[in-house]
């Protein structure tokens, strides 16, 4: 399986989204909408914003691995 490197994510607060370049190397654990300035951070139990808020989880997700780790 192909892992993919790109994900929209969705803010909660006002809808606005955006395709983003997920990390390969670090969790992303913050992330500033330039819409409304909102800081997203995970939900509880997801390892960073993209499996959250995003179309798609992030890579280590993707390959069945440990996230964050």
Excluded: W
């Excluded at 997801?46 to 993707?62: E, K, L, N, R």
Aim: overall charge negative; hydrophobic content about 25%; proline content about 7%.
């Amino acid at each position: 399986m192909e892992v993919l490197l790109k994900s929209a994510i969705t803010c909660p607060k006002c809808g606005h989204k955006k395709e983003e370049e997920m990390p390969t190397t670090a969790c992303q654990f913050f992330y500033d909408c330039e819409n409304c300035k909102e800081v997203l951070r995970p939900k509880e139990g997801d390892c960073c914003v993209f499996c959250s808020y995003g179309t798609v989880a992030c890579p280590p997700i993707q390959e069945n691995k440990s996230c964050c780790n």
